[in-house]
């Protein structure tokens, strides 16, 4: 299987590059600070191939802040992006699985600081995922198409979200995160048999309440 997640790479280079700046020896008085993380649990196991139960994971690989230093009110947004294609060969038939998968998150929150080491953060989301999946069957070893299942499958909701960071140096942090959202999701599903024709349909709506563990870890420079 093929997995590609072009996020972890940008943000990497966004990471190495900022910790590897130096402090200018004067700094104007900033109005507001900016961070910069990246979720390391997915990161290592879309890395090395793991295969392993995200469910319970937030998808959001890339994260970005900004907040005012005065009061800590700001902004945060959330993003992933993951391409898979997965061959599967028998004696009778080739499956290609072929997913991509967008998420998005924008939120308003406020940062507290707890002593000198502790950063904590309260806010309010909303989301927006999208996954795009084509399963293409053909005979083998004919090569001949027999079936393909293209799914749309979109989803928005909204709810709180809470972080905890620890301040390993002056800029770097490793913290985690927890979440309680309300999704809605939308799929439809297009089945093509080459020998009987085309078939759609769309799935009943489904509404549910997610709730995500702080079990992620995640990596933060911030500015």
Known sequence: MKKITTLFFVSLAILSSSIAQEEPAKQKEKKYD??????????????????????????????????????????????????????EISETEIVNTVNNDFSIRVGVEQKVMWGEKWLASLGIDFLYANLDQDKNITGNPTGVPVLDTRTTSNSYGMGPRGTLHYRLGQRVLIGTEASFYYTVHNEKITVIDYT?????????KNKRLVFLSPIVLSLTVQF
Not at 47 to 65: A, C, E, Q, R, T
Not at 196 to 204: H, L
């Open 196 to 204: 009987t024709g085309v078939t759609t349909r769309d799935e009943p």
């Open 34 to 87: 900016q961070y910069i993380g990246v979720q390391l649990n997915q990161m290592i196991n879309q890395i090395f191939n793991l295969k392993s139960d995200n469910s319970n994971l937030s998808p959001y690989i890339l994260n970005y802040g900004i907040n005012r230093k005065s009061d800590g009110w700001g902004l945060n947004v959330g993003i992933a992006y993951v391409y898979e294609d997965d061959e």
